[in-house]
């Protein structure tokens, strides 16, 4: 049941209304009350937009790219959805860049949303709840989402590749090619982009991508292109969409567009299942107390974490029984 | 029950077997047959080494500095366990840069252990399965273990973050101050060292991370100090070490330690539960069948995944009982 506030709400969205759209994020953003219910209201309306995953080291201009790489779908009367993932900083206690800050050109433009998102501390449900800000972009109707994430690591990569398109963006001081294998960028990318490319070793690094790219075992027929660009400037920013155009003709072509939406299905519905259940065993304080005890013995080495585990399963189901 | 070959492993182990020592890290690793006994069984002997955490973007020297520091401690007669953390590449099927290439130097050494971890495509138990490495290594008596991570993004911080200690290993290039915050290095850091610093800009980026933890929160009285090294000759590593020891002495002096391994334990046995259970439910063909039709319905757009999510979770708890 929806409660009438966030009826309103959805009626505001539905009508139109960016305020509703933001609060609708914010809703879903902070798990607030009725997020499953206004994501199950919305759900038949996403799958029209375009997702692309902005990933890369820091430092390498990922915001100055992506605030070009909108001004041009702009230029093309196509609005655009950014997302920015953060992860959470005790200075700010949130996304340190705030909405405003990040890219002052746009954040005027009502065909622009932009939001910063913050970890919280917490890996739990990151990815997920960035999918989510973007289903209720989609849903909005936003033609071009992209979700911009500032980490080089396992969970950023996870995060960019809910998207349709990855582009994986490096500059000529990002170290040599085994630096980037290390990394695992190199598996991630659809797309590959050499920015801040009027530096010297440039031209080196987008042949060293290529060459490293012949080593990499065919997808499914689709050859990442590099592109050379200069993100202050706006050079190659073109190029950079045309070639993400073209990616997308291809996954749609390929019938890859629905097969990657039905393996997303499927993630999708097992993380919500586990979170669920995680939620409702961690939440009943009989568990907790259990727990607490548990972690009593282990520490004055009467038990071990392996045991407790395993006592804690136990008391888990015996406790789930009684409450049949 | 332990198997009889896991009980002779067991038994080698015990006797300082070092070829059983890295068969108990394998099972460990694979989460092979007997994982969780072989850890219950072990758990009793750890607590005695120091670990320390090695993180930092790509390309600023870390497995370098991990080496020198790792024949610092040789010549101070303490054995060594290191863990590199890698993620996966599907060129090699597992961490990149196999351990024999790794560090050369050290690979001979029988005071030495080097165990490249991967993670297999996922994230799930990754921080988890490296800190059990950690414990059969810390059982085995290394007095010293380094984990090493290569990305620089949350599951790597999570990673770096098991450990005592937590190295924040930054090159003059690798950005400025808010970059550095941006990729939520600043907060994990409890010490900050500045390797290759005898190139440009060294003490500039030394100057800027003394101020931007001037900036942050005491953390319990800890001021992290600020290390220059030059990896490759050496160069400041021992008093990289030293400030490790200081670090190490504070920890138990403030009673930190064992706060902190309080914490761990937590964690430790939430983990193991949700893991198991996770397990548990996924293994079931029945809920797995399940599973299928659901996502053809949301495909076909007669559900959502929150509708599926729910019914799955119903059609979980009602087999749940009928198997009581």
Known sequence: MLESTTSRLLEEFRSGDRRACGRLVSVVENEGRGAAEVLSELYPLTGRAFRVGITGPPGVGKSTLVEKLARLCRDQDRSVGIVAVDPTSPFSGGAILGDRVRMPSLFTDPGVFIRSMASRGGLGGLAMRTREACDVLDAFGYDFIIIETVG???????????????????????????????????????????NKSDRQGADRLALAIESMLGLRSSQDGWKP????????????????????????????????????????????????????????????PEVDARLAGLVDEVMSESSTPYRAAAALLEFIRADSREEV
């Not at 190029?239 to 291809?250: D, F, I, K």
């Open 152 to 194: 080089v690591g396992q969970i950023e990569l996870d995060i960019a590749s809910t998207a349709h398109s990855t582009v994986v963006v490096l500059v000529p001081e990002s170290g040599d090619a085994i630096q980037m294998m290390k990394a695992g960028l190199m598996e991630i990318g659809e797309l590959f982009c050499v």
């Open 225 to 284: 292109p590099v592109v050379k660009t200069v993100g202050t400037s706006g050079e190659g920013v073109d190029a950079l969409l045309a070639a993400l155009e073209r990616h997308r003709s291809y996954l749609v072509e390929s019938d890859l567009m629905s097969a990657r939406r039905k393996f997303r299905v499927r993630v999708e519905i097992k993380e919500l299942v586990e979170e669920k259940l995680k939620q409702k065993i961690w939440s009943r």
